[in-house]
């Protein structure tokens, strides 16, 4: 089974010809519902096939009443730690090229606490893998990553978004690190003196990826290259059962109509693998993600455009 940490949001998407300038008001189309990258990627690891516990802290209001009826319908049990803040927001502009403005009000997801991940130390140990994210305070991050690896459960830490505080120390509480090209420039750019543009990540060569993945962190490294695909960097020793320490997956090619949320239906589907299948090679599990991930971009939104498919439908 899956324990995901994380966030959760009631999405306002307003789709325009372009973004608001500074003073101006135009008219978009107007939708709502489920976000934030902790329920985005407990969706995706449910509809791949995993059970899952999601942990997460919700108001008393309309938007905390929305998550856990939402939850209910996909069968993911939620540990829900009651705030008095109201739930998190996004209020998010999409324009006709599909570019974003995005502002979040973490509400409830700030509160979500050390001392809640304590209280549910048993539920995350039992875990086969525990997934996080760093839209939740830092510190609360930390704790369910050291519980779950204490308890020597497999630890996936998705590093988004790119702006979030973080540590080498909690870095290398992850057994696998999944950031995407933003998020990888920016890490190495923090903690390891690196200046890397993001735009330039997926034309590097596969031994200087592997080198920055190596300065990054001790264990995998998994950097998601949107519509190239995936690189993937193991510790010599440590290859989970493939046979080369670094390679690229390239992407499957699709109809893209929506590509929000293709890094959560990655990291979703990566973690149920994992859970469904401990012994296979890492490689299966990120071919599976990769596919999953590209479903995902065939229909519009996040959480509700994860796809039903199992390791096992995808062969
Ligand atoms: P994020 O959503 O965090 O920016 P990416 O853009 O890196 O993450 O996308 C995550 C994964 O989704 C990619 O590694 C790939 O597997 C899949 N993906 C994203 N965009 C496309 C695309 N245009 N075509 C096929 N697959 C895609």
Redesign the pocket.
């Known amino acids: 089974s899956v324990v995901v940490a994380g966030s959760f949001n009631v999405d306002h998407v307003w789709r325009c010809d372009a973004l608001p300038a500074p003073g101006a008001t135009i008219a978009g189309r107007y939708s709502t519902g489920p976000g934030g990258k902790g329920f985005n990627q407990a969706v995706a690891a449910r509809r791949a096939g995993a059970d899952i516990t999601f942990v997460c802290a919700l108001g008393d209001d309309a938007g905390g009443a929305l998550a856990r009826q939402l939850a209910a319908a996909d069968g993911i049990v939620l540990a829900a730690e009651a705030s008095t803040e109201p739930t998190g927001t996004a209020g998010i502009y999409v324009d006709s090229r599909g570019r974003n403005s995005i502002v979040i009000g973490p509400g409830a997801n700030a509160s979500l606490s050390t001392e809640f991940m304590a209280a549910n130390a048993a539920l995350i140990g039992d875990a086969g893998v525990l997934l996080a994210q760093l839209e939740s305070p830092v510190e609360s991050i930390e704790a369910a990553l050291g519980i779950a690896r204490e308890a020597g459960v497999l630890t996936v830490l998705n590093p988004?978004p790119a702006n979030a505080p973080s540590s080498i120390s909690l870095l290398k509480l992850a057994d696998v690190l999944t950031p995407?090209?933003?998020e990888f420039a920016a890490l190495l750019g923090r903690h390891v003196g690196e200046r890397v543009e993001a735009d330039d990540v997926a034309a590097l060569d596969g031994a200087s990826l592997h080198a920055l993945c190596r300065k990054l962190s001790g264990n995998t490294v998994v950097v998601?290259?949107?519509?190239v695909?995936?690189f993937v960097s193991h510790d010599e020793e440590r290859l989970r059962g493939d046979s080369q320490p670094y390679y690229r997956v390239a992407?499957?090619?699709?109809q893209?109509v929506d590509?929000?949320?293709?890094?959560?239906?990655?990291n979703g589907a990566l973690v149920a693998s994992l859970a469904q299948a401990p012994d296979a090679a890492f490689i299966k599990h990120v071919r599976f993600?990769?596919q999953y991930?590209?479903r995902?971009?065939e229909n519009e939104g996040a959480a509700v455009a994860m796809p039903r498919m199992t390791p096992a439908d995808a062969g």
């Open positions: 988004a995407n090209e933003t998601t290259l949107g519509a695909g995936v992407a499957e090619s699709v893209v590509t929000t949320g293709a890094g959560d239906a990655f993600a990769n991930a590209a995902s971009t």
